[in-house]
């Protein structure tokens, strides 16, 4: 089942929040005197399941909480519809920093161990946002879409804002296809920008790791053109640089994406050579301080320059998320104005020692 709980997600300028409804009901969020309806085209939604509301962040982050009301539905009929009682639960939300240091904690690769990833987090501590970047689960069924919710609703409590991924996994299984309908997007893609007090962030999204007419997929795959879409939205986002990056307050700048696409691959790998060169260009050009990935099952930060990256960057590369016999391992960063502290956890608490990276892109 999906958590109860909400789940706070970031994107824009927005928080698009979503919870799940057990029971027929008709769904509003409170946050200071605004009320944010669940509604499509004007009618309430009423089914159990998944739901999602959007509100602006300037809203959550200065009423610092939020009231998810429900009003339960005896019948949903086609006239006098009966509704019985409201019931209402109160969520204390706390903004991400806009001065100082901002703790963040990035999980990724599960791969549908939800005790061995919480272990992990737990060894990082309190934190001001999580990353969910990807490889969570496949996309069986919809039960398989729950594991993610359900990890972020246990690490914030609704009350800290997320950060969603989607890996190359979740585009595995006859489900793929929905998952949009069950996690943040932006005009339904799953890139997009975000702002979280000082940190300034982009998600991107390589889609599979191999070529898309690889006989592993079945013929499904369409990625190319979708990674094309990217490069134009990379330089859709620098000309509106002011109100993206260049922003006042943006102290960090993060991208954000499952696959570690500048890493040298094995062959069947190495896909897209120009176009992610270009990726690290448009985001060298950003003055982007870190690239945060995942999908590797093992840790590395690699500089630039290092032999083991296939492509030229001007930013480190951490590879933060290990999945292995031993331990499923995350990443708590610590971003500061100068740098960028790097702590590996592990769930079986043997995890490399921190390293910090000094922010020299700009
Ligand atoms: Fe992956």
Redesign the pocket.
Known sequence: MFSNTPVVYAVGTDYQIFFSVSRSAYARLKVGDAVYDDVVCGILRSAPGLRQITVPQKALNAAGGYTLSLQRIRERKSYWTETIGVTERYYPFYPVPETGNVRAYML??AHGDKERTLAAAGAFGAFDFLIVN??VNESISVRHFELAHNLAAELTGGSRPVVYVR???ELRGALAEQLTQYIPTQDGNTYYTFRLGSVWGIVLDCGE?KPDDHGEYGGYARFHPFRLAQTDYLRQVIRHAKTEFDAPGVTTRIAVV??QFPRKQEPAFDIERPLFQRWCDLLGSMGTDVILS???HRFAVLQPGDPALRLQTTCPLVIGAANNKEYIGGTGYVFSPDAIRVEFTASDGAAPAPVTLRKENR
Do not use: I
Request: glycine share 24%.
């Open positions: 990724g690769d990807g490889d890996g190359n996994h790791d499952h696959t995942a999908h590797e």
